[in-house]
């Protein structure tokens, strides 16, 4: 397929998109009670507001639209890791390593649940971090569970892992993952400002 047939077919299925998406949000309006309708209408209109900023060319990576609507226009380069550092990786989920960290700019790795995809994401993470101990890695899910397995997996393989926990709403009984919550990552931080000495006002500024 050309790189034209392509974007000429991604056109047509963001039409499709549209229609299908227009209809659903008459149907909410029409046969949801009210307290379920604005949750579901606000997602389908931000699916909506997506779909427009797409077709219209607002979008933050070029490259990433390009790749999806046209992969075979990607170059990539091949990797291939000897030293996993789990030892309970089974070949399909290596193999999902080993892309994910090939250079391209987009990977998707799928499986039903029970698949070990946590445990892949894990050795995506750790095998950046023995990379570049300081590379910043943001990981986002639905559910809080999943990042919270992944923050415990990490910082059993690292001594000195630093994280920061974005809303976690999952309850935290044991107090495990204290330290990773927002609120005691600034306070550390100010302490930590506040053995070099600089300005107590500095220092108070940044608390608040």
Same mark, same amino acid.
């Given at each position: 397929m050309?790189?034209?047939?392509a974007?000429?077919r991604w ?5 499709d998109w549209?229609k299908?998406l227009?209809k ?5 309006q ?9 949750? #579901?209408?606000?997602?389908i209109r931000?699916?909506?507001q997506?779909?427009? #900023? ?7 990576n070029?490259?990433?639209?390009l ?12 990797i291939?890791l ?7 990786? =089974? ?8 892309m994910a ?7 998707l790795?799928?499986?039903p ?7 892949v994401?894990?050795?995506?993470c ?11 890695i943001?990981v ?8 919270n ?10 001594? =000195? ?5 974005i809303n976690d ?5 044991e ?5 990773f ?10 302490e930590?400002l506040?053995?070099k ?9 940044l608390?608040?």
């Open positions: 050309t790189r034209e047939e974007f000429v056109n047509t299925e963001i039409q549209l299908y227009n659903r949000e008459e149907l909410i029409i046969h949801e009670e009210k307290e379920k309708q604005i949750g #579901n209408l606000a997602k931000r699916q909506k997506a779909l427009y #900023n797409v077709r219209s060319g607002v979008f933050a070029p490259q990433l639209l790749a999806f609507i046209h992969p075979e226009s990607i170059s990539q380069e091949h291939r000897n030293n996993f550092s789990s030892d309970k990786l =089974n070949d399909s989920q290596k193999m999902a390593v080993n960290l090939s250079g391209q700019c987009f990977t790795i799928q499986g649940p029970g698949t070990g995809k946590t445990s994401i894990t050795e995506i750790s095998q950046i971090l023995l990379k570049e101990s300081e590379a910043r943001l986002c899910s639905e559910t809080h569970v999943a990042v397995n992944i923050f415990h997996n990490l910082e059993n393989k690292f001594l =000195n892992f630093m994280g920061l926990r709403k999952e309850f935290d009984e107090k495990t993952r204290e330290r919550q927002a609120n005691k990552v600034l306070l550390d931080y100010r930590r506040l053995h000495e600089i300005p107590h006002g500095v220092a108070d500024f608390k608040k």
